[in-house]
């Protein structure tokens, strides 16, 4: 169920995604309880797609959950928390609350440069990611100093 919710997200059939995804979250904590791995996961499916749909404030809250259980069971600085962490910031924006969102990208990308360096592509991405932020609240001359870093590394790693 959860591959075929899958493949109707990358089709953009996010409707039947997300019917999907409720049973599979729903089985996932039934089975597996609320703090599994997988149960998670299926959780971050779930609000991804309620973004998608533009439900944002039901993918808040899921990603929320998301992050805090992610915190305690793999700690602050494990990849899946970063990209939970990466993921709420997205809602926060599209939300229009840029301050919680640049509060988090400042936090992710940190955290990706000390365990990752400056020129991984997921570096790279909270970069990019944050000069967005700084674009949504009106502070261009820093989205544009990042975007330039972004473009430069980019340049140089990927010709």
Sequence with gaps: MGNLAFTYSRLGEFKKAQELQIVVLEKRKQFLGDNHSETLTAMGHLANTYRYLGEFKKAQELEIGVL????????????????????LASTYNNLGEFK????????????????????????????????????D???????????????????TVLG
């Design 68 to 87: 805090e259980k992610q915190k305690q069971f793999l700690g602050d600085n494990h990849p899946v928390t970063l990209t939970a962490m990466s993921n």
């Design 100 to 135: 919680k969102a640049q509060e988090l990208q400042i936090v992710v990308l940190e955290k990706r440069k000390q365990f990752l360096g400056d020129n991984h592509p997921d570096t790279l991405g909270a970069i990019g990611n944050l000069a967005c932020t700084y674009g």
């Design 137 to 155: 609240l009106g502070e261009f001359k820093k989205a544009q100093e990042l975007e330039i870093v972004v473009l430069e590394k980019k340049d």
